[in-house]
Each structure stands twice: as C-alpha cells, then as structure tokens.
C-alpha cells in the first residue's frame, strides 16, 4: 500500500498506535498500513514470536514498531504494557482492538449440543472477546482521557449483526462489543473529552489462520460452510486483508473527525442480503 487515500500520504505522523491482536493476519496488515503512513506502532499480541515478526517486518521497511506480549483478558499485563509503550513513544493517540476469536469447544456440532458446551468455554470466548476489548479501552482510554484525545477502533464481526449457526458465544460477545463500542463513545463525549473517537469495524469473512479450516478446504475450494457463506455475499468472495484498510485508516484518521460511535460492516453485502 503505497500512501493514502485521496493520494495524501503520511496522515498519522507522529502518532502513536497500539494494535491488540497484532500479530494476526488483519491486524498485522493494519499495524503496517499505519506504520507505512507514519505512526510509530506497539504490537500487542500474547504470542510474542507473531508480534515481534509483524515488528521486524515494519523496522525492516524503516518504521517504528515494538513488541510487547500481553493477554488482553488481565489487566495487569495490560497496564505492564502502556507502561511500556509510553515509556518506548511517550503516548497513545490510537487503539486498535483487534484480539478476539473462537474457541471449538463453545461451538455446536453433531457431537455437542448447545445445552452442553462447557461454562468455561463460553467463559473464554465471552472474555477474550468482551473483556479484550473493555480492558484495552480503560487502560489506554485512560491515558487518552488524561491527554484529551484519541481514537479507539474496536473489532466487532458479522456475527454481532447476524449471528451465524454453531458459534452462540462468539455471536454474543462480538454484539457485546458493538454495544460497548456505542456506550464507551458516548461516556468519553460525556465525561471527558470532545476529541475522543470511538468506533468499530464489523468485518464479514475473512480467510486467517482461525477461520481457514471453517471456510476453505486443503485443495482451496470452499468447504460447504464456505460455499454458503459466498453465495450470501454479493461480491461473490472472501475478504482480503486489504479490503479492511480503507476503512480502518479512515476511521483512524482526521478525515473521519464527526464519525462516533458506529459499527461499520466490511463483508462484501452479506449484511445486506437476504438469500432471495
């Protein structure tokens, strides 16, 4: 990705951004977008070897990036952190929530019935996604509040709009994080600062390590489940990477100054179509 939208290059020079989940294959594209754009990028992931490798790769190209490992689920490793990214770039101007996922044992199959997916699968799935994102957001929102500015992306999914069969937790926690996404944006008008931005992407499907099995087979067809994904959305295809940046960017951005407290679909129209 070579500069920015509308040809203006270098929109986030100067700032800060903290990616969670920045080690994955959406995230990582997002941390280097910004980077490519001039932000200086902290890579949250819990596993460290991911984000050190998306760190490498942004160094490498002559950015500024550094890896921390940390579990969005414990506040304490969270503060750890910011403790450390302030320490490394002096602030935080943007948060990019993107730790989040599934767990096969909160999910139905023809071996598991919904009244007997174990409590604590639905503990981890609801934590990993809800509480990923509320702790990131007190723990980086706060230094935000105390400088009075600040952008905060949430990650939401398809799933919050139109909860797909098998994955009741995943469903409940990412519609969780939609409304969450609305509240926080509005406490932080209310109570803090009118420079505060909060807003989410609601991305449709996506092939990354977690949804590859779901999606596509080993000859890189689609599975059924995929076949019926595609032919639910208009466009015909899976998302890519690049098809989440414009939007991200632009959420992230200047350009996106009176856009607050909304959930954006990146999915290909599938929230737009029926079946018929």
């Known amino acids: 990705m070579n500069g920015s939208l509308n040809g203006r290059k270098n929109r986030f020079e100067g700032k800060v951004a903290v990616t969670t989940g920045g080690g994955g294959v959406l995230c990582s594209a997002v941390a280097e977008a910004l980077a490519k754009e001039g932000a200086s990028i902290a890579i949250l992931d819990i596993r460290e070897d991911a984000a050190e490798t998306v760190a490498s790769k942004i160094r490498a190209e002559g950015g500024k990036a550094l890896a921390v490992k940390a579990d969005v689920t414990d506040r304490t490793i969270i503060e750890e952190a910011c403790k450390t990214v302030l320490r490394e770039f002096g ?20 071996k598991l019935s919904f009244f007997d997916i174990p409590q604590e699968a639905l503990e981890r799935v609801v934590h990993l996604n809800l509480l990923g994102t509320i702790i990131p957001c007190q723990v980086f929102g706060k230094v935000m509040a105390e400088k009075g500015e600040g952008v905060i992306l949430n990650f939401s999914s398809m799933n919050a709009i139109r909860p797909l069969t098998r994955i009741p937790a995943y469903s409940a926690a990412k519609a969780a994080v939609s409304n969450f996404t609305q509240w926080l944006a509005v406490h932080m008008f209310h109570n803090y600062s009118r420079k505060i931005r909060v807003n989410a992407v609601a991305p449709g499907f996506f092939v990354t390590k977690q949804t590859r099995f779901l999606l596509v087979q080993e000859n890189n067809t689609p599975t059924p489940r995929g076949k019926a994904v595609i032919e639910h959305t208009p466009m015909d295809r899976f998302g890519e990477p690049k098809d989440l940046l414009g939007t991200v960017l632009f959420l992230l951005s200047d350009e996106a100054a009176f856009v607050h407290g909304v959930i954006i679909p990146v999915d290909g129209g599938f929230s737009a179509y029926s079946g018929v």
Do not use: K, M
């Open 91 to 110: 602030a935080v101007d943007l948060l990019v929530n993107g730790a989040g996922g599934n767990d096969p044992r909160a999910s139905t199959s023809p």
